[in-house]
């Protein structure tokens, strides 16, 4: 690559870096970020309220609030683009939604702290202390909740509706849905994937790779032989020794998994999964 080609690859990074900073989604955030600073210092004192005879704009302690606010951004989002990368990319769940929250949460209690001892140049109240965390730590959790939904729920939808799985087969290669997916099958140790129109496909998979890649909210091992998706479920039946039968909608020619035994270990497990179809 010549030097004038790099200059130009280096130019066009930096531009697309500064228009990545300034795209909506930062100006959403640093609009809600400045909101939120009005607001609590204007409520934080007496003199701060507009009503008041001495009223005095508070402008130090917003500029305080916007830049330790500015620093909470800057942390959630490394979180947030962590647990994205390692968990929502795969399976948005509550349980994930939660932790992102807590961790973040835990990393501001952590920033928190000693800012405010050098803010009060290392005079420690503890009152003051818990009061400003616990209000620090709200305002965070209702703002996580305002900037970050949008992008949560989109994932979901992203994770539930458009993820797809490349299958190597032979010479070919074949991209579906996990929608186009009825569910997972082993037989002689070769793994086959059917679909939803009963064509059934060979794969390069194991089930046990397969278990550990596609979405738990839509699949689910039912035993050693077969992975079941969500939607490819047709009938339910309880039979003997607390075990279920559960039959699907499409024909498969295989006998031996067109009807699926969930063991009484599974039971409890499969029925939660199931219950929670979306």
């Not at 704009?57 to 989002?77: C, N």
């Not at 992102?100 to 920033?111: D, R």
């Not at 001892?117 to 616990?134: C, S, T």
Request: glycine share 4%.
């Amino acid at each position: 690559m010549s030097k004038t080609q790099k200059e130009r690859t280096k130019s066009n990074t930096l531009i697309h870096r500064f228009s990545n900073f300034f795209s909506w989604s930062s100006i959403r955030k640093l609009l809600v970020l400045s909101i939120f600073s009005l607001i609590v210092n204007h409520l934080s004192e007496r003199n701060s309220f507009p009503d008041s005879d001495a009223y005095a704009f508070p402008i130090e302690g917003i500029i305080a609030s916007i830049t330790l606010g500015t620093i909470i951004g800057i942390v959630a989002d490394f979180n947030f683009k962590f647990y994205k990368k390692k968990y929502f990319s795969k399976q948005v769940e509550t349980g994930r939604i939660v932790r992102f929250i807590v961790s973040t949460l835990g990393y501001i209690t952590l920033i928190y702290i000693p800012v405010y001892l050098i803010a009060n140049k290392g005079e420690l109240q503890l009152y003051y202390l818990l009061i400003g965390l616990l209000l620090t730590l709200l305002i965070c959790f209702v703002a996580f909740i305002l900037l970050y939904a949008a992008d949560i729920y989109k994932l979901y939808r992203v994770s539930i509706e458009e993820a797809k799985i490349t299958i190597a087969h032979g010479a070919k290669t074949t991209r579906l849905t996990y929608e186009d997916i009825a569910c997972f099958y082993s037989e002689n140790k070769v793994v086959y994937a059917v679909q939803q129109d009963g064509k059934t496909i060979t794969t390069d998979f194991t089930l046990n790779e397969l278990e550990e890649t596609i979405n738990s909210q839509l699949f689910f091992r039912a035993n050693r032989q077969i992975i079941l998706h969500i939607n490819s479920i047709d009938q339910i039946e309880k039979i003997e020794n607390g075990k279920l039968l559960v039959r699907l909608k499409i024909s498969i020619l295989n006998t031996e998994i067109s009807e699926i035994n969930i063991s009484r270990y599974k039971r409890k497990a499969f029925m939660d999964w199931f219950e929670q179809k979306v």
